[in-house]
């Protein structure tokens, strides 16, 4: 059953939590079917490591519910024995936040609920937030439709959708979280509720950019697209470029994009370490989802700006949308049940750059040249990804900043930066987070003071400054007061969450 919220509901529960106690938690979880892992069962360990192996934290139990009703159980016993409780999907936070980010929180797994509905009635489709983004590409493309979400198959919807989802159709679509007609949330008392643009506003509101500092959600309602008939893949890669050549690959892209670009257009560069110091490799990865036949005229403007190198090899492949998504994986299986995701061991940082002030000549000329000597340098195993979210008639800056949580619209770049451990490394190297950190200070300690940047929360960061500023932006102060509402006992309490 799915309530409304009201100053009652939201408030009896929270007279006073009990003192923790696990013995109670594990007799009312099993009371309501709940079935869950405990610290000392055999499987522990499995069912709470971390996708990032830097982080190795002990969740008091990790519950496996089975229904929406269930998921309402486990969270309202965390609740009472005041745990911190948090969702986890597809479990691939940077930060292990989808294990609480801390020891002793209680864990609600959602992968048994995997439902996928399409409605061809409406072009709607209602997902259960335990899929993985593989697998809802294979559903919805089961029937003619599709979503804008990221490349990797194993990532979980819940997460993803919850603090943007970026993908090469995000241009032509905006974000996952754009496409969100209404969700299904459980409350930090136990309440289901919905939440959309006429029941639940506020929760509907926040949902969509800071989801799990307000509840978990068991479910969303996408707008779908049709899935185009025709997509053509690229990648145009050049090898060690010199300083001045990378730099180029940069300032012309800026340029590509102020200029009359289409949206089905997509695109990322990607840098890595050259042969030697100095040198860098660049490619430009990306997808079109117009006619294939006009693809080499909007993409010859870029190629052919002034000094533009020449690729050293390049792949131009017209195909399905599907084939699409699967060349975008690399290897990996749309259907996650066939396979495991794996694991690393990484530090990421990331970085938004506003539309209207793009990167100056000596912020990219410094960037490039911090990446192609220190990058060579590094003993860490790197990339930097620089991502087209904006430019002309991008769908993501075309939402109204606070028709949805998400803090920052007003974004050309968002780049990534990621550095993993060196291979048979057991912890992660020092040297690690001070090469990244430089990295980042090498752009901004070249753009104006008033710059305005933000960072995205689905690369996030632990050691962030002013993180709350850079996530969230002029969105925070109401999701501050929404979430002393909705969550008074910060039971939904995570690392650079809302508090």
Known sequence: MVFLLSALTITTLFLCAAAQNVTILKQTLSAKGVTAVYQGDANYSTVSRAYNRRFTFSPVAVAFPTTVSQVSAAVAAGTAQN??????????????????????????????????????????????????????????????????????????????????????????????????????VVLANGTIASASAIVNPDLYWAIRGASPSFGIVTSIEVQTFPAPPSVTVFSYNWNDLSISAASTTITAFQTFAASNIPPEFGAELIFGQGSSSGKLSVQLLGGYYGAANL????????????????????????????????????????????????????????LMTPSGSPMSAAAVTAFVTYMANQGFSSTTEWFVEVELYGGSNSAINAVPLNSTAFGKRDTLFTIQFYASAPSGATTYPATGFTFLDGMVSSILNNSPANWNYGAYLNYIDDMLANATTLYYGSQYARLVALKATLDPSDTFRLPVGVA
């Open 83 to 184: 745990y911190e409780v948090v969702a986890r999907s597809g479990g691939h936070s940077y930060i292990a936040n989808c294990l609480g980010g801390n020891n002793g929180a209680l864990v609600v797994d959602l992968s048994q609920l995997k439902a996928v509905t399409v409605r061809p009635s409406n072009n709607t489709a209602l997902i259960e937030t335990g899929n993985r983004l593989g697998d809802v590409a294979l559903a919805l493309n089961a029937n003619g439709r599709a979503l804008p979400h990221g490349t990797s198959p194993y990532v979980g919807i819940g997460g993803h959708s919850a603090y943007g989802g970026f993908g090469f159709t995000s241009r032509a679509w905006g974000l996952t979280l754009d496409t969100v007609t209404s969700a299904t």
């Open 295 to 350: 693809f080499s005229g909007v993409i010859a403007p870029y190629l052919n700006a002034a000094g533009m190198p020449k690729p050293s090899s390049q792949v131009v492949t017209p195909g399905s949308y599907i084939n699409s998504v699967t060349y975008f994986a690399e290897g990996q299986s749309l259907n996650t049940s066939t396979a495991s995701d794996g694991s690393d061991n990484f530090y990421t940082k990331s």
